[in-house]
């Protein structure tokens, strides 16, 4: 298994990206997956996650409104639209994968970094005001 992120980039307030993430060897139709995001010296923190089946999507309050999860199963591909960026939203942003099939969690598990077995490299994301 191996995740590769990319798209991040700079952008000024308000604007747009979407983040990718592609799974190499395995279905991302069948596995949790997330997006984190990471700044200097602080933990890394949950952004979003699909559900397996991608029927359920989990937000963090600060990214409610403003970012999208979602699969696409032909192209094997997680992505991450993000929109009305905010400084605050600057970080290195990692898409990460859980190593079970098709098992489903109580909500507080999507939240939790243990919950993933599996980390792209980052992309960074910078947001100028």
């Known amino acids: 298994v191996q995740l590769q992120a990319y798209g991040g980039g700079m952008e000024q307030a308000g604007g747009s990206l979407r983040l990718s993430c592609v799974d190499s060897g395995r279905s991302v139709n069948n596995h949790v997956m997330g997006w984190f995001r990471q700044t200097p010296g602080k933990e890394r923190e949950f952004v979003a996650a699909?559900?397996?089946?991608?029927?359920?999507?989990y937000y963090a309050d600060s990214a409610k409104g403003r970012f999208t999860i979602s699969k696409d199963n032909a192209k094997n591909m997680l992505y991450l639209q993000m929109n009305i960026l905010k400084p605050e939203d600057t970080a290195v942003y990692y898409c990460?994968?859980?190593?079970?099939?098709?098992?489903?969690?109580?909500?507080?598990?999507?939240?939790?970094?243990?919950?993933?077995?599996?980390w792209g490299q980052g992309t960074q994301v910078t947001v100028s005001s």
């Open positions: 990460a994968a859980d190593a079970r099939s098709r098992t489903t969690y109580t909500e507080a598990f999507y939240y939790r970094r243990s919950t993933y077995d599996y």
């Open positions: 699909i559900s397996w089946s991608g029927g359920t999507t």
